[in-house]
């Protein structure tokens, strides 16, 4: 398609049963949608040989399949068996669209803990596999800045689901800061694990993160962190403290 086109037409034999993908790579700003049978080729292709489709448009095909299902452009089952094959995705940018998708469900299913209950189930056993697969609460030296963001975004969604291993590893981390007074927290995994504790956590934990603001020397990288870490609470007393010290201290 040339730019002073404002269409172009293609032809797409009907006899081929292998999906195909248009808008190769994201060349351009636009969503697609496919027909039935090519959103079920693309399902089969992504969960049987991920890897015969490019990571960016692996990426932008469960974008798009998501988001044309909450603009009632697609069914949401569609949208959603798009997203099964992400149980074995390794590579973090179509991994991170894909987990992007599910951020405007979470937020309107938050306060409805009968229909929040299924995505929290489906979204573990989603995930769960990849969690175990290491050690997500160790960055390796070998680690690239992706495997880094990988890991930030498997602790941010199991500990806020809950998940036994995260929620306890994120508070025995953060206890031992407590205990200690050192933080050996990973820095790049700080804001994450900040977050597991004081939503989980009480008073206590929220004082001490609290009190790590006023720290002489603190950097604003880490003040920013501990700052997201203390609105992860879920005590609005708690937020409201944190609020009016904003106001006064501002």
């Not at 697609?32 to 960016?56: P, S």
């Not at 306060?111 to 290491?134: I, K, V």
């Not at 995260?166 to 800061?177: H, R, V, Y």
């Not at 880490?222 to 609105?231: P, T």
Request: proline share 3%; with cysteine; glycine share 6%.
């Amino acid at each position: 398609m040339l730019p002073d086109d404002d269409q172009t037409m293609l032809t797409i034999d009907d006899n081929v049963d292998a999906a195909y993908v248009l808008n190769v790579q994201g060349t351009g700003f636009f969503r697609v949608n496919y027909d039935a049978a090519n959103w079920e080729a693309l399902r089969m292709t992504l969960i049987n040989d991920r890897d015969a489709i490019h990571k960016l448009n692996r990426a932008s095909i469960v974008d798009d399949a998501m988001n044309l299902a909450r603009s009632d452009h697609l069914p949401y089952t569609t949208g959603l068996e798009m997203t099964r094959y992400l149980t074995n995705e390794t590579e973090y940018i179509p991994f991170k669209s894909g987990m992007m998708s599910f951020e405007h469900i979470e937020t309107m299913l938050r306060t409805d803990e009968a229909n929040h209950a299924p995505l929290r189930a489906y979204l573990t056993s989603l995930l769960t596999d990849l969690y175990e697969a290491g050690d997500q609460f160790v960055v390796e030296d070998t680690d690239s800045m992706q495997d880094i963001f990988f890991k930030i975004e498997l602790i941010e969604w199991m500990c806020l689901y809950g998940y036994e291993d995260c929620a306890q590893t994120a508070d025995e981390t953060f206890g031992a800061w407590m205990e200690s007074g050192e933080n050996t927290i990973d820095p790049d995994l700080r804001q994450s694990i900040y977050k597991a504790a004081i939503r989980q956590g009480n008073q206590e934990e929220f004082d001490f993160l609290f009190d790590q603001l006023w720290v002489q020397g603190v950097n604003p990288n880490e003040r920013n962190k501990v700052i997201y870490g203390l609105g992860a609470s879920n005590d609005p007393t708690l937020l409201l403290e944190l609020l009016n010290e904003s106001i006064n201290s501002g």
